[in-house]
């Protein structure tokens, strides 16, 4: 099995775009979603192809959370005739075949693995989709030799004997980015990433979305923090109260007037190399 994608241009900035005809990686159809006795999303409906780098922001309480939880079916919609959650053209998968499609690192997670696991059974651990390894887990030869590769990918070989809870909260999310790269999934899915993260951290986890993006990995952020948006992220959508905001282009979405709205703040806005950030 590969552990890493073909080398592209350092340059490139554009995503890895799936055949023609192909059907999106994810697609919501009139999707709402009542949770804690209030509707937290309301009539969604939105396409996210396969390859494309996205990022979906939104203060708190926008739906973020729930959107998430809608994927990965620890919520559901209202039933409702034209009503669909579709991944791949899908509504029904085995998640033994839908991970090498798309990973998930969410901090639910993080906060599952941060305990007496080491590095190594974290990310051995994606192969079962199991938090650590249990007694009738069966590791190959195999699944050892993309473990530590998959570690070795992500510049932290060092952490494969270290126990979780031994280690700063940037390193616990590459090893969780780790357990979602065994299966060499065509999209990863991050749940606000650089919450809980130091400057020097979240920096670091920024180039490490850069390095996956040109080497092909689709990136799909859920976040509140633009500085997450990095520049080879072309499109935006912005939710605000369980709906689409808006949804298009980077530059055409993240202006001061847009956020403003979003946030009912008034804000000003600094794009700088490739980034924007909130003044």
Known sequence: MSTSRPTV???ATSSTHPPAG???LLAFEHVTVHRNGRTALDDVTLSIGAGE?????????????????TITRELYPIAQLDCAVRLLGRERWNVADLRAHLGLVSNDLVAACTRELTGRDVVLSGFFSSIGLWPHHEITPAMQETADAVLARLEVPHLAGRFVNEMSSGEAKRVLIGRALVHDPETLLF??????????AQFEL???FRKLARSGTGLLLVTHHLPDIVPEIERVLLLKDGRVFRDGAKEDVL???ILSELFNLRVDLVHRDGYFHLI
Not at 191 to 200: G, R, V
């Open 53 to 69: 780098h996205v990022a979906i922001v939104g203060p708190n309480g926008s739906g973020k959370s729930t959107f998430i939880k």
């Open 191 to 200: 749940d606000e990433p650089s919450n809980s993260l130091d400057f020097h």
């Open 206 to 208: 920024r180039e490490l």
């Open 9 to 11: 241009d350092h340059t």
């Open 22 to 24: 192909s059907p999106p």
């Open 255 to 257: 202006t001061a007037p």
